[in-house]
């Protein structure tokens, strides 16, 4: 019994004053992204990758909030991860008949769009893998899943 006061105890003065390990992680807000402890980016774009990429993402998905253009981006790097469609992020949004919106000038990203891309920078993927995307109605592949008007798929 004394043991487990002595327990207790110890236990309630190391969480009142604050002695807790410290926790990496990172949250992942229509803000931005709040990172607790040492946590370092999981993928460093060129500038003209983060270009690309936030280009096309604003561009397909620009109404489609934060979230939305994230699984875009996601989209991409799942493509270019996969090694069949590209040897680059360049290659992998130019290649033919891929990103309607490929080539489209954007000067300026919304703030929404900078979000997005801190989000896959700092690791977020809740794309299943997606390989491609389509709008609402489109009667192509299989889909995963669907977030807003877009539909989300491996074929």
């Not at 270019?80 to 290659?91: L, Q």
């Not at 769009?113 to 920078?121: F, G, Q, Y």
Request: include cysteine; charge should be negative.
């Amino acid at each position: 019994m004394k043991i487990k006061m002595t327990l207790v105890l110890a236990l309630a003065f190391i969480f009142l004053c604050g002695f807790r390990a410290k926790q990496n992680y990172v949250e992942f807000t229509d803000e931005g992204v709040i990172v607790h402890g040492a946590v370092t980016p999981l993928y460093l774009p060129t500038s003209q990758e983060r270009a690309e990429i936030m280009g096309t993402a604003q561009n397909e998905a620009g109404n489609q909030g934060v979230k939305g253009m994230a699984l875009v981006m996601r989209v991409i790097l799942n493509r270019y991860a996969r090694g069949e469609y590209g040897k680059s992020i360049h290659e992998v949004i130019f290649a033919t008949g891929q990103f309607s919106t490929a080539g489209m000038p954007t000067h300026t990203f919304s703030k929404e769009c900078e979000i997005a891309m801190l989000w896959v920078i700092y690791g977020w993927d809740e794309s299943q893998d997606a390989l491609y995307f389509c709008a609402e109605g489109y009667n192509g592949p299989v889909h995963l899943f669907q977030y807003k008007d877009h539909w989300f798929s491996t074929k």
